[in-house]
């Protein structure tokens, strides 16, 4: 399905969560490329759907491209896979009302479930035991204005907080945010370098000299497969 639009998109969304349906864009087993799983195999659920047009995203595709499908068929896809760390990612995976209950239903069977989200969206309707990894979107993205910051009361402690950083400017936002906003949060921080934009050792050097206490990440299937690989 391409809707050619956002409002297409946006219409079929809502079609398909009436149905007890999400708008899947794909699903893959790949190396697990970021948070604090990263390295481990992984089954991803991509969905269908954004609504945030960051300056540096690397799946555009996922804006619009994808197949109505049942929360079942996807459980029975997801089965033909021998691994149990499944991520739910998207575009953004919680414009889809279903998603809570697809992130249930793999819990139910046994799975570790993670998230990925754009911060954005209300993440209490998501079952406690789901991981929630929720970037914290800062100004080089053009999208830091939407921001959720209630989401921060609805944290469990195995969740992780991500800063995607484009420069310096963002290095500085995001550090006094931390100080700000995160003081006595127990969750894993991650700051990862917008690839092939901000130099890995420019955001190291960073850390290190103001003795930060998170944890820096870059994506590793990147540097496993080509960066504009699908599927990987």
């Not at 699903?27 to 990263?38: D, K, M, N, R, V």
């Amino acid at each position: 399905m391409e809707t050619g639009s956002s409002e297409g998109l946006t219409t079929a969304i809502k079609d398909a969560q009436i149905e007890g349906h999400l708008i899947l864009n794909e699903i893959f087993f790949s190396i697990q490329g970021e948070s604090s799983f990263s390295g481990r195999p992984c089954v991803f659920v991509r969905l269908t759907g954004c609504d945030l047009r960051c300056t540096w995203c690397d799946t555009p595709y996922a804006f619009h491209e994808g197949k109505k499908q049942s929360v079942r068929s996807i459980l029975n896809a997801v089965k033909k896979y021998t691994c149990k760390l499944i991520e739910i990612t998207g575009g953004e995976p919680l414009l889809h009302k279903n998603t809570p209950m697809l992130a249930k239903r793999l819990l139910e069977a046994g799975y570790t479930v993670l998230i990925e989200t754009s911060g954005s969206q209300d993440i209490s309707v998501l079952d406690r035991k789901v991981i929630k990894i929720v970037d914290v979107k800062c100004p080089g993205s053009g999208e830091s204005h939407r921001n959720l910051l209630q989401n921060l009361a609805h944290l469990a402690p195995w969740d992780e907080l991500k800063f995607v950083i484009a420069d310096e400017a963002d290095y500085r936002w995001a550090r006094e945010f931390c100080a700000k906003e995160l003081q006595g949060f127990d969750q894993t921080i991650i700051f990862s370098p917008v690839f092939g934009r901000l130099p890995n050792q420019k955001l190291a050097e960073w850390i290190l000299k103001d003795g930060l206490d998170v944890k820096m990440q870059l994506q590793m299937h990147k540097y496993i497969w080509d960066p504009n690989c699908r599927g990987v």
